[in-house]
């Protein structure tokens, strides 16, 4: 069983804050990850992708992916009110679909 | 450049009656993904179809529920005889290659009377 894993939360943080959402996976195999936002009775919005070990940086967003230890993360840096959202975290491992973790609701307080 | 095109938004259908919901992948994207979300639960996987194939169908209720990708149209997801449990809104999501980014529909939200 293919799992993917995230705090539920909820996270709080203030107006300007850096806000910090975690990941792991239990398929060494997968090879692409994703970050989704997902607004109260919206679709999924995709925000971030990572393939390689390391960070990648995206404005205010930056995806961080630890393959070794499974474990991938977004950092929102000067989090804002519209920010406030849940952070859906995706795995695509052998192309056959993206699991989804169940998100991370994260509220920024003005 | 249009993304992925679901429709229709909102669909009531009494219990008995079937429902056809359309996906209209981004174009130049040949993967079509469907997921259906519960109100505050995560996305649930249904199928996930190439054009003219369904690559994987284990996230799907074997009654009922069927999924297809023709060549020429739109991706079908069709719920036979619909119960009220089968009221969720259904997300498409279409991608370019296996492991590469999928993009998501706007969603259609299933009521079930």
């Known amino acids: 069983q293919k799992e993917v894993e995230q705090n539920s939360g909820p996270l709080s943080v203030p107006e300007g804050a850096i806000a910090s959402l975690n990941c792991t996976y239990s398929d060494r195999g997968s090879q692409s990850f994703f970050w989704y936002r997902q607004y109260s009775g919206k679709s999924p919005e995709l925000i971030m992708f990572?393939?390689?070990?390391g960070d990648k940086e995206d404005g205010r967003f930056t995806a961080q992916l630890n393959k070794a230890s499974q474990y991938v993360s977004l950092l929102i840096r000067d989090s804002q009110p519209s920010d406030s959202a849940t952070y859906l975290c995706a795995v695509n491992g052998d192309g056959n679909q993206f699991y989804f973790g169940t998100g991370t609701s994260l509220t920024v307080i003005p | 450049n249009a993304g992925v095109m679901q429709n229709p938004r909102h669909l009531v259908r009494r219990r008995g009656q079937e429902a056809r919901l359309r996906c209209s992948p981004v174009k130049g994207h040949s993967h079509v993904y469907w997921y259906r979300q519960l109100p505050e639960e995560g996305l649930k996987f249904m199928v996930y179809?190439?054009?003219?194939?369904?690559?994987?169908e284990s996230g799907m209720p074997k009654e009922r529920f069927s999924a297809e990708f023709p060549k020429e149209g739109p991706s079908i997801l069709r719920i036979q005889q619909v119960v009220r449990g089968d009221s969720a809104a259904y997300f498409c999501?279409?991608?370019?290659?296996?492991?590469?980014?999928?993009?998501f529909g706007q969603g259609t939200r299933l009521t079930v009377v």
């Open positions: 990572i393939y390689s070990n």
């Open positions: 179809l190439q054009k003219e194939n369904i690559i994987d």
């Open positions: 999501a279409s991608s370019k290659n296996k492991n590469t980014e999928a993009f």
